[in-house]
């Protein structure tokens, strides 16, 4: 599993089956037509390791990946799409 930057326009999301954060936030991505990657991390136990390298040791979920590079925990629909500079 990488962790590389997704395209333009699009996100990684980082999530578990059964967290509610993530339910909503793809809900509200799919609302928006945001085009995103989703990764559960218990599926795939290695990207677990990029999670906790951007949460301080912690599996918080959902983890946005940005095309910048950069990430984000638990945003918001707002916080990506002005992120997404959409």
């Not at 599926?43 to 983890?63: C, I, K, L, W």
């Amino acid at each position: 599993m990488t962790t590389e930057a997704p395209e333009a326009g699009t996100i990684t999301m980082y999530s578990t089956s059964w967290c509610g954060y993530c339910r909503r936030l793809k809900s509200q991505l799919d609302r928006e037509g945001i085009t995103y990657r989703e990764v559960n991390i218990e599926e795939h136990p290695e990207s677990a390791d990029f999670v906790e390298s951007v949460n301080q040791g912690n599996r918080t979920v959902p983890t946005v990946l940005f095309p910048d590079g950069s990430a984000a925990t638990n945003p918001s629909l707002a916080e990506v799409v002005e992120r997404l500079g959409a």
